[in-house]
C-alpha cells in the first residue's frame, strides 16, 4: 500500500493568514493526489483534484501544487469557514489511501 | 444536483454481517464508479472499495476477505456487505461517487456500532 503522511498534524492560525499544508506518498504516485475538507459531523468535501485542479464552486483561495511524492494545499488568506480538518487522498493505486489529516483551529 | 444516502442499522452484533444501501437521486448511477469509505471515531479516513456502473469491483485487499458491493442500475442504488464484523469494524460509513479517482459527491454518513 502508500502510505500517506501530512505535517503538520495541527496548527493554529488566524483569519487571513497564509496557511500551508503539506502531504507526501512514499512512492511516486505522479499527480494522482486529491484534497478534502472535513467539518465536525460533516462528510469530506473535494477541494483539489489531480494535485492543482480546483473543484467547481471552490473558492480560489484554495490552491494545490506538486507531483511525485510531495504537495502542498494552501490557503492564501484563512476565512472562518475554513477552520476544518484537511485530508490528501492518493488514486494512483489500489488501495487508495488517505491521509492522517491536519487541523486547522483558531490561534 | 447529486445526492446520495445512506440507510441501514446503526448497530450490529459482533460476527455479523454488516448492509448499507446508498441511494443515489439527482443523476444515473449508470457511466460511474460509486466508493465506500468509513472513519472510526477519531481517526482516518479509510477506503473500503468501489464498483462501477456494470459492476467490476475493487476490494481493499485488507477486508477484501469479508467485503462485498453490489449495484443495482433499477433502483439507483449500490450497496455494502461486510462480513464477520468485530468492534475495530465501528465507523461512520460514507457513500460516495468516484473510485479510481477524486470522491466529488458525499453522502452525509451513517454510524454504525458493532456491539452485542
Known amino acids: 500500500d502508500i502510505q500517506m503522511t501530512q505535517s503538520p498534524s495541527s496548527l493554529s492560525a488566524s483569519v487571513g493568514d497564509r496557511v500551508t499544508i503539506t502531504c507526501r506518498a512514499s512512492q511516486s504516485i505522479v499527480d494522482y493526489l486529491n484534497w478534502y475538507q472535513q467539518k465536525p459531523g460533516k462528510a469530506p468535501k473535494l477541494l483539489i483534484f489531480a494535485a492543482s485542479s480546483l473543484q467547481s464552486g471552490v473558492p480560489s483561495r484554495f490552491s494545490g501544487s506538486g507531483s511525485g511524492t510531495d504537495f502542498t494545499l494552501t490557503i492564501s488568506s484563512l476565512q472562518p469557514e475554513d477552520f476544518a480538518t484537511y485530508s490528501c487522498?492518493?488514486?494512483?493505486?489500489?488501495?487508495?489511501?488517505f491521509g492522517p489529516g491536519t487541523k486547522v483551529d483558531f490561534k | 444536483q447529486v445526492q446520495l444516502q445512506e440507510s441501514g442499522p446503526g448497530l450490529v452484533k459482533p460476527s455479523e454481517t454488516l448492509s448499507l444501501t446508498c441511494t443515489v437521486s439527482?443523476?444515473?448511477?449508470?457511466?460511474?464508479?460509486w466508493s465506500w469509505i468509513r472513519q472510526p471515531p477519531g481517526k482516518e479516513l479509510e477506503y473500503i472499495g468501489y464498483i462501477f456502473h456494470s459492476g467490476s469491483t475493487d476490494y481493499n485487499p485488507s477486508l477484501q476477505s469479508r467485503v462485498n458491493i453490489s449495484v443495482d442500475k433499477a433502483k439507483n442504488q449500490f450497496s455494502l456487505k461486510l462480513s464477520s464484523v468485530s468492534a475495530v469494524d465501528t465507523a461512520v460509513y460514507y457513500c460516495?461517487?468516484?473510485?479510481?479517482?477524486?470522491?466529488?459527491?458525499w453522502g452525509q454518513g451513517t454510524l454504525v456500532t458493532v456491539s452485542s
Open positions: 439527482g443523476g444515473s448511477i449508470s457511466g460511474q464508479y
Open positions: 487522498q492518493q488514486t494512483y493505486s489500489s488501495p487508495f489511501t
Open positions: 460516495a461517487r468516484g473510485g479510481h479517482g477524486p470522491l466529488d459527491y
